[in-house]
């Protein structure tokens, strides 16, 4: 009978692990994911485009030295390391148009290393 | 001669004009019952540029600190001390062109016929070696002075690349402050604002809301920055913040356009945008009265 129980036990907790990875798998399949590559003083997208409500998830990295990646309407900033993914995650909860930009001084041009995200219903 | 600046005649002496704004709590309205030491002014110059190249900006830029240099020099009166509130340099990535430029402007700033210059970096002095080159040149990134009564503290807000105070000099600024009486006169030189003046454009310190929270308490608290080459007056709380013009070239005013670049020269009224200010001081009232003054175009 303890065999049994233990037996069933570990079922109801593979069964739990196995839906939980569903689950996790089914949000993640409905992410956005936009991938952005950061040198001086561009980002490979200037200008990015995303639906309101649909979570989304920047994978960012640098080409040559660390940038910051700002989008303050949305709370949403990070440092930007060569050679490293970083990912941001965030739903956006309004329409318009979004400032991103450097946030890491990164030279004469500095000033320049921005784009513009859109968010549409 | 009398040194005492009867303040209605303040423009007259500057031999400028200007714009006036008046910053403090309680007004000029015991002005007469003042003594000479109760009073002085200094003058703000703010994000020089030396290096900057850029024609459609400011054709000019070989001559406007030495301009500046000159009108701050030509004013009847001399001010206590000059400050530069960051940005004296144009940045560049190689380190011996960032020193050559970091001392031809000592050279042509050492023409300003006053006692005291005092210096803080900005974002293109520091940033891109944590202020190394500059301290070879000017010292100290933060340090404190005092002047006839008033509590200067100078913030360093750019060497750290990512616009922040840092939480070693904010443990400084807190020590600092505790030695001060709650309604002492304190002004605080920095070159971004300390507030969130316009995040979209970078214009603010990460850390910035610790420092105000530091400042706080106390009653008399002016600050004093740069970075938006433009004039701007700003509240947090009691705390005024005055933003300075540029000497070299005016950017828009915040979020009133899509991107944050410089205004384009304009011929027909050269150097407009473009300037310093005095800041003329009483004391006892911890009351600033400022004067925006234009750059001589000749």
Redesign the interface.
Known sequence: MRHGSLRCSLNVAVMACFLAITASQAMADDETVIHITAKKFEYSLRTLTLKKGVPVVIEVTALDRVHGFNLPDFGVRTDVLPGKVTRIRFTPDKTGEFVFFCDVFCGDGHEQMSGVLTVKD | MDNKIDRRQFLKLSGLGGVVFASGLSGWANAAKKSEQDEFYFVQLSDTHWGFNGPKVNPDAANTLKKAVAAVNALEQAPDFVVFTGDLT????DPKLRRARMAEFRDIVSALKVKEVRFMPG?HDA??DRGEAYQEFFGKLNYTFDHKGVHFIVLDN?SD???SLGEAQLAWLKQDLKQMRRDAPIVVLTHRPLFDLY????WAT?DGAAAIKLLMPYKNVTVFYGHIHQEHHHQTGHIAHHAAQSLIFPLPAPGSV????PLPWDAEQPYKGIGFRSVEADVKDAYYKIAELPVPKG
């Open positions: 144009h940045t560049t990535d974002e940033a891109l750019v690349p990512g616009a995040p979209q454009w970078d990460r899509p991107k944050r670049a």
